[in-house]
C-alpha cells in the first residue's frame, strides 16, 4: 500500500520519459520503468494500464511542453513560436520524434495543442483548408529540421567535416559542391543558423497563399 500511494500516472510517465532520454524508446519497458521508480513492474499496472496507454501518455507529456499560441497572438508570430519551442522540446527528447507520429489515440495535451494551432489560425482569417495546410507544412519543416539536425555528422561547426569533404572531392567534377564548402568554411557556417531561414521561408509562403485566399 505505501507503494502505491506513492505511485501516481504523473510520476510513471515522467519515469517513463527518463528511461527513453538515457536509452532510447526500446528501453521504455514497464519493467525499466519499474526499475526507474524503485518499483516491481506489476505495482505500474495500478495506475497504467499497458504499455500502449504508456507510449500514448509520454506523447501528450511531449505536447504539453510546446508552447501554443495565444488567443491574442497574430498568425506568424503564434506559428513561429509555437515551432520554436516544438523544435527545442523535440531536439530534447530525440526519441519523441518518431513516437508522436506512430500513436493513434491522442490524449487531451495533444488535442488541445492541434486545437490551439488550428484555432489562431482560424481566427486570424484562415479558411478550414489553409489552415491544415498551413499546420501540415510547418510541422514538416521543423520535424524534418530537427531530423536532420540530430543525425548530422558533426556538432556546432562544420568547418572540419566540410573541409575533409571538400579535400577528397575531385572538385573539377563537382564544381558547385566545391564553391559552396569553401564559402561555408568562410562563413563559420553552423546548420542551426539554417533554421529560421528556412522557417521564414515557409512562413512567407503561407502568408502569399493568404493574402490571396
Not at 518499483?39 to 508552447?67: G, N, P, Q, T
Not at 489562431?120 to 484562415?126: I, M, S, T, V
Not at 546548420?191 to 521561408?201: I, K
Request: charged residues 25%; proline residues 4%.
Amino acid at each position: 500500500m505505501v507503494v502505491r500511494a506513492r505511485l501516481s500516472p504523473e510520476r510513471i510517465v515522467d519515469a517513463a520519459v527518463a528511461v527513453a532520454d538515457q536509452g532510447g524508446l526500446a528501453q521504455v519497458s514497464m519493467r525499466n520503468v519499474g526499475r526507474e521508480l524503485g518499483v516491481e513492474a506489476m505495482s505500474l499496472y495500478h495506475h497504467v494500464s499497458d504499455k500502449d496507454s504508456l507510449l500514448d501518455a509520454m506523447v501528450d507529456w511531449i505536447f504539453a511542453r510546446i508552447e501554443l499560441p495565444t488567443v491574442d497572438d497574430e498568425w506568424r508570430a503564434g506559428m513561429a513560436r509555437r515551432a520554436d519551442s516544438a523544435r527545442e522540446v523535440l531536439s530534447a527528447h530525440p526519441w519523441a520524434l518518431g513516437l508522436v507520429e506512430s500513436r493513434r489515440t491522442p490524449g487531451p495535451a495533444l488535442l488541445t495543442h492541434h486545437n490551439a494551432v488550428l484555432g489562431c489560425l482560424r481566427r486570424n482569417g484562415f479558411s478550414v483548408e489553409l489552415a491544415s495546410h498551413t499546420f501540415s507544412a510547418i510541422d514538416s519543416y521543423v520535424y524534418g529540421f530537427v531530423l536532420t539536425e540530430m543525425n548530422l555528422p558533426f556538432s556546432e561547426s562544420a568547418d572540419d567535416f566540410v573541409g575533409e569533404f571538400t579535400e577528397a572531392m575531385p572538385m573539377e567534377l563537382y564544381p558547385h559542391l566545391a564553391e559552396l564548402g569553401a564559402a561555408i568554411m568562410e562563413s563559420g557556417y553552423r546548420f542551426a543558423d539554417e533554421y529560421r531561414y528556412g522557417l521564414d521561408l515557409v512562413l512567407d509562403s503561407i502568408a502569399e497563399r493568404f493574402a490571396v485566399s
